[in-house]
């Protein structure tokens, strides 16, 4: 199973655009009056008017000061506004009032959901915020916060309103999939300041080798963090109510371990996707690495064993069981005993995906307190886990292979109108909801593709909204939501950035003709059975034709073959031009997560690179067939001239691509470290993944971004053109022309 297409094996029905918009909620009532909150809150009562912060506003509390509800309250105004709020000294009106009183809120729920419940008063002259908890002081002010913008003689207003609020699921996970990239510490801790304004309370952290495991130093990734720094980061996302939860691949999606010549012994059937599950060698590893890992995430309750994609599951030489679809489910369950009970007994929960190879009728054979990370729609599955009384999370997927930019919208195929992930997530969310006995969601965003973290966030948010309220809110709205919220009120047209953003990457992505790649082959297989799929593609093109001598005889590709493209490149430059003209607008206007813009740019400035390429290689050829022509009407100057014209025509390309590729990466490196980084003199061990086509892994570093274009060969192609002008040149008794400029 695909695990970019568990969307859809979990909702097989995925209602076209136009159907789900019957079906979709209508606008909030704080929509309406022109606000926007993430995620939506469960009752808003709304009264007449507005209430206006001034200057002559401060804040009481039953509560420290250094609590983080406060600090957030302080903090935010500061940051956003550049707004001081000084606490109060025994006054009754022009306050904001923050308290923890336990039962302000009855919400008739599990003491989880309970605790994270709050009521936020807005009156003309005060506002009271009170949490069941500190929890829910703490999200009492992020809707607080929230609400404000400002009016248009500049004050910050919020309307008079009550709203009581708890969420629907207790868990709600975001997924940080760092396995071809590592942030920065500092990058890390935004990520936590945004999750919890989103009410996020969990993130999936998939470490891989991004993390120096003091067991098996040689796993670790140059540079990866070290226990201190992992614990440091969760210390701050514990701080706002979110646990960091280790989430490591295994058993199988492990060549970040097995590429090491160290544990060579334990890959399953010869290949380093997968480890061998009947040896005990691999219990020992894994259950060490799970221990490094616990000591560095003290006070987390969970912890994610993957057990994603586990294609092969007893295939090894050393399993003694036939290898067939029944001992394929056992093996997987024996795994799924050990490592709950290892992590039991250190007082874990234990998450797991409980999917292929399972079958259902095993899944009686688990622990009833293992939470299923994908919650299936299959009857049979669902019924045992209900006998079993096993919890589930509700999955949707925001990125798996697309290239540079996610699909959140809605987009034109062949195929008609398609919905984006926004969208499906929508359906997934509110349909499952009705199944099972979830107890959170789960949003998925995997590094496959190389793609940037900050292109995430619109899907990161959608995890939150309907992890808190599963379809209290449409997909446009939330989108709309979403670019007030994260950029700012002032900033208006940024969803047609993203639309555009979407259409230059898809562009990209169908502009490459895909071959079998000459470095990789086939790969091992997948779950269908070994050897089966699996073939791995190259995203290419070939150099334009080289002209023949004498005469620079001349059969073109881009103007034939290619031509539909080309003319589609034009077109897409000139939107591309728009589009980094819209980013350009508007980095100086948002209010904040400017760099996220910033990575946008890179990204538009990567694909209108692209889009002139394919322009230039229709030219380039153009110019070449003029030379052919001046050759045969005997105009040997002209051609040389016509001939130089192309090579620096391609000289442009070939440096354009240098410029941009350097411009995106001291864009991408503000947040992160360099991919494949030295650090110390050891530098990262690059070994592709035996079984996975994953486009980021197709360099050691961030130059997978331009290797189509340099799988061209347009440097070699110039050399040989080159040697045609020389030739030429002096054939025809002409001065050799100066190439270097």
């Not at 354009?656 to 001291?666: I, P, W």
Request: glycine share 8%; proline share 6%; charged share 25%.
């Amino acid at each position: 199973m695909n695990r970019f297409c568990k969307l859809f094996v979990i909702l097989p029905l995925v209602l076209s655009s136009s159907a789900a918009a019957a079906s979709e909620p209508g606008l909030t009532d704080l929509c309406s009056r022109g606000y926007s909150v993430i995620p939506s809150p469960r009752t808003v009562k709304l009264g007449e008017g507005e209430t206006a912060i001034t200057t002559a506003w401060s804040y009481s509390t039953n509560v420290s000061r250094d609590h983080i509800a406060v600090r957030a309250l302080v903090g935010d105004l500061q940051a956003f506004h550049s707004f001081q709020l000084a606490p109060a000294r025994d006054r009754e009106e022009d306050l904001i009032l923050l308290s923890v009183q336990a039962g302000t809120v009855r919400t008739g729920t599990d003491p989880e959901l309970d605790k994270q419940a709050y009521r936020l008063i807005i009156a003309p002259r005060r506002i009271d915020i009170t949490g069941n908890s500190d929890q829910g002081l703490f999200y009492g002010v992020q809707t607080f916060l929230q609400l404000l913008k400002p009016d248009r003689p500049g004050r910050l207003v919020l309307p008079v309103a009550t709203i009581e609020d708890w969420p629907a699921f207790q868990l709600r996970f975001l997924h940080w999939d760092t396995k071809h990239h590592q942030d920065r510490m500092e990058t890390l801790k935004r990520y936590l300041d945004w999750s919890a304004r989103f009410k996020v309370n969990m993130i999936g952290f998939e470490l891989e080798d991004k993390f120096a495991y003091p067991s098996h130093p040689v796993i670790g990734a140059p540079g990866a963090f070290t226990p201190a720094e992992l614990q440091e980061m969760v210390d701050y996302g514990l701080e706002r109510f979110i646990q960091i939860v280790p989430q490591i691949q295994s058993p199988a999606h492990m060549a970040y371990v097995l590429k090491h010549p160290q544990y060579a012994h334990l890959r399953s059937d010869g290949n380093n996707y997968q480890s061998c599950m009947c040896d005990e060698k691999t219990y020992e590893l894994l259950f060490s690495m799970y221990d490094d890992l616990l000591k560095a995430t003290r006070g987390v309750q969970y912890f994610h064993v993957s057990t994603d994609e586990v294609y092969y599951a007893g295939i090894c030489e050393k399993c003694s069981r036939p290898y067939n679809d029944e001992n394929r489910s056992l093996t997987w369950i024996d795994f799924a005993k050990r490592a709950h009970a290892f992590l039991s007994a250190r007082g874990r929960k234990m998450l797991a995906w409980v999917e292929y190879p399972v079958q259902a009728e095993h899944i009686r054979l688990l622990p009833p307190d293992l939470i299923n990370g994908v919650m299936s729609s299959d009857d049979a599955q669902l019924r045992e886990e209900a006998v079993l009384g096993m919890r589930q999370l509700i999955y949707a997927s925001f990125q798996g292979e697309e290239r540079l930019f996610p699909n959140h919208l809605s987009m034109e195929t062949d195929r008609g109108v398609q919905p984006g992930r926004i969208a499906e997530a929508f359906e997934t969310y509110r349909g499952m909801a009705r199944l099972g006995n979830p107890m959170g969601v789960y949003g998925a965003a995997w590094d496959d593709s190389g793609l940037h973290g900050e292109t995430f966030w619109l899907g990161w948010s959608a995890a939150a909204q309907y992890g808190w309220g599963p379809g209290r809110v449409s997909p446009d709205q939330h989108v709309a939501d979403f670019m007030s919220v994260f950029y700012g009120p002032d900033v208006a047209g940024m969803t047609d950035v993203y639309r555009r953003l979407q259409s230059q990457a898809r562009f990209f992505e169908k502009s490459w003709d895909r071959v079998v790649s000459r470095a990789r082959g086939k790969a091992y297989g997948n779950s269908e059975g070994k050897g089966i799929g699996g073939t791995r593609y190259d995203m290419t093109l070939p150099p334009p034709a080289l002209p023949s001598l004498p005469g620079l005889d001349y059969k073109p590709v881009y103007t034939g073959r290619y031509k539909d493209i080309t003319d589609q490149a034009r077109s897409m430059e000139l939107q591309s031009d728009q589009l980094i003209e819209k980013l350009l607008e508007r980095i100086p206007r948002v209010s904040c997560n400017r760099h996220n813009l910033e990575v946008f740019l890179s990204i538009a400035w990567l694909t209108r690179h692209h889009n002139r390429m394919l322009g230039a290689l229709a030219g380039i050829e153009k110019t070449l067939l003029s030379a052919h022509s001046s050759a045969e009407g005997k105009q040997p100057r002209q051609a040389l001239r016509q001939l130089v014209e192309a090579y620096r025509a391609a000289a442009l390309v070939a440096q354009e691509r240098t410029d941009v590729f350097k411009a995106l990466s001291g864009v991408w490196e503000k947040s992160r470290f360099p991919k494949g980084q030295e650090v110390g003199g050891r530098k990262f061990y690059h070994v592709m993944d035996d079984t996975k086509d994953h486009w980021a892994d197709r360099r050691p570093d961030l130059t997978y971004m331009i290797a189509p274009e340099e799988s061209i060969g347009f440097d070699q192609w110039m050399t040989k053109l080159a040697d045609v002008i020389q030739t030429f040149a002096q054939a025809h008794s002409l001065p050799v022309p100066e190439l270097a400029s």
